[in-house]
């Protein structure tokens, strides 16, 4: 999910950019976005577990005429933007109480109990749970979820939403009661992360010895998530998930990964009005099952994740850290000015996240001499920030694997428009991305090397006589392999295959066909 997943993440620290001049990059215009939440669905103090279904369906859509925002617009409110929220009961004439947004810790649930609400701590309250025999000793055990009860704050009735969900699990034991297996506060979106659509919390179900969370969300740009988590000697792990993004009925990118066989499989269609208008007429006659999609292709995933390392790696876990203390500094040979880079990362967007680190990028001086972005790690364990890398064209897209890091940069040369202004005809010359580059360093900063480039232009003309478009690469790493998609304006998307050292390139396809 290239651009799904980039399109969420993006949107999502809009108003954190302005505040901090902190980026993680753009794909197009999305961080110049805003999202509001306009309403969410309103709920009662805990969501029952037979939650209606039609919840879960989307709506019937219409394609938007040209007065509607853009696709790459649209996206921001699928983001899972915290918003107003609509459980508060009604108001009083003050106004809103003024509320710490910062994220707290969840309490550590207890280690035993004879039923499953003895596992419940004094202020939390069970959301949804099922029943399933995961450890098959013919006695039921329970997978569950619990969430801060709602709160009486200055005369307001509020939900607890700085507080992550915790998903948990309990197995019978000899004794007739019952052991905490597991707890976790980074699988379950929160109430505040589901978008315009409200709360995407969706009902838990369970066969055999797996369970699989379910979540829903968006507006006219809608998403859904399953992920499935299976019981295996001791151990939960994420074996498989299937996700997909679109507007309204219309799939723009689907993905499915099954970790038992190893393999995942992509499916993409152009998200541009045009292409889409003539995929929504063809539907009405033959179906959507019928509609093909502008390319398919399938990955070989990495080795399986447990239960923790999935949540941990999970985009939103950054929004649980309570603690980002920095105990050290390290700055890379080649950064020369690493006083410009102030955020730390409890104030930055977070652009890549696993067990052990997250990457962000910084930027400062716009409009100065000293125009730079700036490239950051910060070690979870040890604490230590390191500036790893310092460039003069906007810094995208960061990595980290096997043991390499990867980020994206633009090819900027000198580029010479004619224009026309008040009937006068105008030559300028500017600097302007004509292409874009995939980079990879080692995890101190050195090493660094271009593995991949793709160009709008082999040259560029004396004059140009239109202006070159936006151009981008977000990329996926898995299995060995770099599948790297070019956004290039309004123009097709060509798709690329290639070793993690760039080698082998090979050009799979393009959307829209």
């Not at 004439?93 to 810790?105: L, R």
């Not at 659509?197 to 055999?208: C, I, R, S």
């Not at 799939?251 to 889409?276: A, F, H, L, Q």
Request: glycine share 8%.
């Amino acid at each position: 999910m290239l651009k799904r997943r980039n399109a969420i993440i993006l949107s999502a620290i809009a108003p954190i950019l302005l505040l901090a001049g902190c980026t993680g990059g753009s794909i197009e215009s999305q961080t110049d976005q805003a999202a509001v939440s306009d309403t969410d669905k309103t709920e009662d103090d805990a969501v029952e577990t037979e939650t209606d279904a039609a919840a879960a369906e989307p709506e019937n859509s219409v394609l938007p005429d040209e007065s509607v925002e853009q696709p790459e617009e649209n996206a921001v409110q699928e983001a899972g933007i915290p918003g107003e929220d609509a459980g508060q009961e009604e108001k009083s004439e003050q106004g809103d109480p003024e509320t710490d947004d910062a994220p707290k810790e969840a309490p550590l649930l207890p280690e035993t109990g004879r039923q499953l609400t003895d596992f419940v701590p004094d202020g939390w309250e069970i959301l949804d749970s099922v029943e399933l025999d995961f450890n098959e000793d013919g006695v039921p055990d329970y997978v569950g979820v619990q969430q801060a009860a709602m709160i009486d704050r200055d005369g307001y009735r509020m939900f607890q939403s700085e507080y992550p969900r915790i998903l948990f699990a309990i197995a019978s034991d000899e004794t007739a009661g019952y052991r905490l297996d597991f707890q976790d506060g980074n699988v379950i979106r929160t109430r505040d992360e589901g978008g315009v659509y409200g709360d995407p919390y969706q009902p838990l179900t369970a066969e055999g010895t797996s369970f699989t969370t379910h979540t829903y969300g968006g507006s006219a740009w809608r998403w859904w998530e399953d992920y499935t988590y299976s019981y295996r000697e001791g151990t939960w792990w994420l074996t498989s998930s299937e996700e997909a993004f679109g507007y309204g009925d219309y799939i723009t990118d689907y993905e499915k990964n099954d970790w038992e066989s190893g393999v995942g499989i992509r499916k993409e269609r152009s998200d541009d009005w045009g292409p889409m208008e003539e995929n929504w007429d063809l539907a009405e006659t033959i179906g959507w099952d019928s509609i093909g999609y502008d390319l398919e292709y399938e990955v070989p995933l990495d080795g399986q994740m447990t239960l923790e390392q999935a949540g941990k790696r999970w985009w939103l876990a950054p929004d649980r850290v309570t603690d980002w203390e920095v105990k050290e500094k390290i700055i890379a040979e080649d950064v020369t000015d690493p006083e410009d880079m102030t955020e730390l990362p409890g104030e930055a967007y977070i652009d890549y996240n696993d067990e052990n680190r997250v990457l962000y990028i910084c930027h400062s001086g716009a409009g100065t001499d000293r125009d730079f972005y700036y490239l950051v790690m910060y070690d979870l364990q040890d604490r230590i920030l390191s500036v790893l890398a310092q460039e003069e064209s906007e810094i995208r897209y960061p990595r980290f694997y096997d043991g390499k890091i990867y980020y994206t940069t633009e090819i900027v040369e000198d580029v010479t428009y004619r224009t026309e202004e008040d009937g006068k005809e105008q030559i300028t010359k500017e600097e302007d991305a004509v292409g874009v580059r995939l980079n990879r360093m080692e995890p101190d900063g050195t090493g660094k090397e271009v593995i991949f480039a793709y160009r709008c232009l082999e040259t560029v003309p004396e004059i140009m006589e239109s202006r070159l478009p936006n151009v981008s690469m977000p990329y996926e790493l898995n299995g060995g392999e770099i599948v790297a998609e070019v956004h290039v304006g309004g123009e097709p998307h060509p798709f690329y295959r290639m070793k993690t050292d760039g080698s082998g390139q090979k050009r799979i396809g393009q959307v829209p066909k």
